[in-house]
């Protein structure tokens, strides 16, 4: 089992709808976990972090938590043509808060139909 | 405020050969982390230093070695490289307070092809 798996996709989403991401992790004791968005060619850019249960909102993100399933999602809403890219779960690799490693997903790669 | 450098962007060697890949840490971190990620995979961790010393090491062979200076810069060197060596090598900085890091920045990567 893959430490921290998603679907590869494409998620292909018409303009102004709503982009649903979704990662599942395998390791209980992570405390961490980032979603990062990656143009073709270009280096991660971090867009969101979370750390408690629950959904945390950033404009048009929303990320989800949920430790007793171990599943972490990322909603885009209202997603546009410059969303599509790659969007990479990762999750915290050390113990009790430490962060020294991040564990990456292989990435969904998300396409908004104009 | 200059963020994470990397150099070179681009760089083509031969199976066997060596390579060392540069890193400066944004301003302000002490820790670079440094990543492999191949074409279509996520990124992969190979090692991080802190007070130039190897902290932490990810899953990959002997071949793959760091240093990282007193101004914080690193390097990564990458000794008898493989075909399977071409990939995207991505250097992340943040700072250390105890154990944890905070403020993970990416840099622009550098794209390493072995030919």
């Known amino acids: 089992q893959k430490e921290v798996e998603q679907n590869s996709g494409p998620l292909s989403v018409p303009e102004g709808a709503i982009a649903s991401l979704n990662c599942t992790y395998s390791?209980?004791?992570?405390?961490?976990f980032f979603w990062y968005r990656q143009y073709s060619g270009k280096s991660p850019e971090l867009i969101m972090s979370?750390?408690?249960?629950g959904d945390k909102e950033d404009g048009r993100f929303t990320a989800q938590l949920n430790k007793a399933s171990q599943y972490v999602s990322l909603l885009i809403r209202d997603s546009q043509p410059s969303d599509s890219a790659t969007y990479l779960c990762?999750?915290?690799?050390?113990?009790?808060?430490?962060?020294?490693?991040?564990?990456f997903g292989t990435g969904t790669l998300l396409a908004v139909q104009p | 405020d200059a963020g994470v450098t990397q150099s070179p962007t681009h760089l083509i060697k031969t199976r066997g050969q060596q390579v060392t890949l540069r890193c400066s840490p944004k301003?302000?971190?002490?820790?670079v982390s440094w990543y492999q990620q191949a074409l279509g995979q996520g990124p992969q961790f190979i090692f991080q230093?802190?007070?130039?010393?190897?902290?932490q090491r990810g899953n990959f062979p002997d071949r793959f070695s760091g240093h990282q200076f007193p101004n914080y810069s690193s390097e990564l060197n990458v000794n008898a490289l493989l075909l399977g060596d071409s990939a995207l090598y991505l250097c992340?900085?943040?700072?250390?307070?105890?154990?944890?890091?905070?403020?993970?920045?990416f840099g622009s990567g550098t794209r390493l092809t072995v030919v």
């Open positions: 992340a900085s943040s700072f250390s307070k105890g154990v944890a890091n905070y403020g993970y920045t």
């Open positions: 390791d209980r004791v992570s405390q961490s």
């Open positions: 979370i750390y408690s249960n």
């Open positions: 990762a999750v915290n690799g050390g113990y009790g808060g430490a962060t020294n490693k991040l564990i």
């Open positions: 301003s302000g971190h002490d820790t």
């Open positions: 230093y802190y007070e130039e010393e190897e902290r």
